[in-house]
Each structure stands twice: as structure tokens, then as C-alpha cells.
């Protein structure tokens, strides 16, 4: 059987969660923050889970995280 490749996008942007599920960083953190208040940008700051509804796809994309 060949290697299964892994999609390099989504491996510099998911990781594996000891669960077996993935977590991701939130958006809207790169650029026009002065209009954007402390808390929103500190709330973004934390990684958030992949939602259940997109799970099989990141493993597919991801067969050996």
C-alpha cells in the first residue's frame, strides 16, 4: 500500500487533541485591530475546537496526526 499524503495546509493550521478531535486558532487577529476592542482581541487569542461537523474531513486531510 503507498503513503496516504497529508494536505500541508491543513497540517500548518490543525492540530491533534489528545481526545482525538482537533483544534484550530481563530480568525480576525492579523490586521485592522486598532478598530477592534482589547477583550474581542484577547477572547481570539485562545485556540477553539473543530467543530463535530467537520471532523471526518480533517482526518482524512490529516491520516497520521
Not at 491533534?16 to 487577529?29: D, E, I, L, V
Request: glycine share 6%.
Amino acid at each position: 500500500m503507498p503513503k496516504i499524503k497529508t494536505n500541508r495546509g491543513a497540517a500548518k493550521r490543525f492540530k491533534r487533541t489528545a481526545g482525538g478531535g482537533f483544534k484550530r486558532y481563530q480568525s480576525h487577529r492579523k490586521h485592522i485591530l486598532t478598530k477592534k476592542s482589547t477583550k474581542r482581541k484577547r477572547q481570539l487569542r485562545s485556540a477553539a475546537e473543530v467543530h463535530a461537523a467537520d471532523q471526518k474531513v480533517l482526518t482524512r486531510m490529516l491520516p497520521y496526526s
